[in-house]
């Protein structure tokens, strides 16, 4: 008996009966490296709550090197029913930041440490101190001379190891100062980051140039209801 073949399904046409092409993938946003980093900012968080977040005074912080923003890994609760994957719980977020600076000068320290500076001038460092959470902020430069902001909404420094080292005849090494950053999210609505690239989805120079001028807060426009 002759085998029964499957007929092949019938091609897309379009109106002139030939071959429709597939739609053509969304282009690709613009690319550009990060190539710099300044102009970094803290301001103390002084309450939050679930009704609401609240800062204080914004403070420069000069000599920024390197700062680096680390997620800490955390593997999700997996739970099984049926054979299968039925459920997973992501826990809260968590993220180490990381800053290298020419120098933290011991008005800084005394900030995010909470340690106390006495009516000499010296800092003096107690086992009672606890360091209090922050809002930072700073700017990179792009290779397209644009630059990316970052607010990282609710961290807190952890001590600081401290290294001193000896010339060594004409050779000189620097030793900068390093201060590693818990970041967690806010109690008030859960955000923890907000990131923003000069040029793109809106974001303009109008706005770049402000946004380091307070902490940002987002604003989203409510999606209209249907007919």
């Known amino acids: 008996w002759p085998t ?7 091609r897309t046409r379009g109106a002139s009966g030939t071959a ?27 309450e939050d709550t679930e009704e609401g977040t609240t800062y204080g005074t914004l403070q420069a912080v000069a000599g920024a090197i390197e700062a680096t923003i680390t997620p800490e ?13 039925f459920d997973t719980l992501y826990p809260d977020p968590e993220v180490t930041f990381s800053t290298s600076m020419a120098d ?23 086992s ?8 930072v902020g700073f700017m990179s430069e792009k290779a397209n001379h644009k630059f990316r902001y970052v607010w990282l909404y609710k961290v807190r420094a952890k001590p600081m190891t401290e290294t001193y080292k000896t010339k060594e005849g004409a050779t000189i090494t620097r030793q900068n100062g390093s201060v590693e ?3 967690i999210k806010r109690t008030s609505d859960g955000r ?24 940002y807060e987002p604003t989203f426009t409510p999606e209209e209801d249907g007919p």
Not at 4 to 10: L, V
Not at 105 to 113: C, G, K, R, V, Y
């Open 73 to 85: 890994s955390a593997d999700p609760d997996v739970q099984y029913a049926d054979d299968h994957e």
């Open 20 to 46: 429709a092409s597939p739609p053509a993938p969304t282009a690709s946003p613009s690319v550009s490296s990060t190539v710099g980093l300044k102009n970094m900012v803290i301001a103390p968080l002084t």
């Open 128 to 135: 009672t101190d606890k360091p209090p959470y922050f809002a």
């Open 181 to 183: 950053w818990t970041a």
């Open 192 to 215: 923890y980051q907000a990131v923003a690239d000069e040029g793109e989805n809106g974001f303009d120079a109008t706005k770049a140039a402000t946004f380091l001028q307070s902490v």
């Open 4 to 10: 029964a073949c499957t007929p092949a399904s019938p």
């Open 104 to 126: 933290i000068p011991l008005a800084i320290q005394e900030m995010i440490f909470g340690n106390a500076i006495d009516d000499n001038g010296v800092l003096v460092r107690t």
